[in-house]
């Protein structure tokens, strides 16, 4: 999906007064979900930069990092971390990045929510630079429901 209809599709996801309060909630598109905790979900991207990218979503609205007390900070951050290691073996990227995101406006792309996002690279070279990877200029990686659920089920099977 080229980066206009990705921000398009997105544009519809802004229409809930918080899409990643949305995500957060398991219940929501649940054969997208690794797993969840009491404070936080690892769920697949289904807008994600390359294949495999995962969100690790905080559940409870909050929009900064450093506003969290935190047992929610370090739950966010060890979704990520769990994800990052279910990537790594499911999928055996080159390496996986982690940036924690979250802007406390809207900004294209991205929602006022603190999410992480766990995105392996699978190229190396300028494929890889973090401009390329975190704009989208290169568009999104899609999947039909059959393909989530099974991408899914190899990164939970990882995870055990």
């Given amino acids: 999906m080229s ?9 519809s996801l802004a229409q809930h007064p ?20 009491e404070h936080a979900v690892a769920r697949l991207d289904r807008y994600g930069a ?3 990218h995962v969100m690790a979503v905080l559940r409870g609205h909050e929009t900064r990092l450093e506003a969290l007390p935190w047992d929610r900070y370090e739950a ?5 971390w769990a994800a990052s290691r279910a990537v790594s073996t499911a999928l055996a990227p080159l390496r996986v990045w982690v940036a924690a995101l979250g802007a406390p406006e809207a900004v294209a792309q991205s929602f006022p ?14 494929a890889a630079r973090p401009a390329r990877v975190l704009s989208s200029s290169s568009g999104v990686v899609m999947y039909d429901d ?3 659920r099974a991408l899914v089920q190899r ?5 055990a």
Avoid at 3 to 11: G, P, T
Avoid at 76 to 80: E, G, K, N, P, V
Avoid at 155 to 159: G, K, Q, S
């Fill in 155 to 159: 990164l939970r099977d990882a995870l």
């Fill in 113 to 126: 929510h603190c999410h992480v996002h766990v995105i392996p690279l699978h190229e190396g070279g300028d």
């Fill in 146 to 148: 059959d393909e989530a």
């Fill in 76 to 80: 966010l951050h060890r979704a990520a």
């Fill in 18 to 37: 918080c899409a990643m309060c949305m995500l957060a909630d398991p219940a929501h598109a649940p054969d997208d979900v690794l797993f969840a905790t």
């Fill in 3 to 11: 980066r206009d209809e990705a921000l398009a599709s997105l544009a």
């Fill in 50 to 52: 390359t294949h495999g």
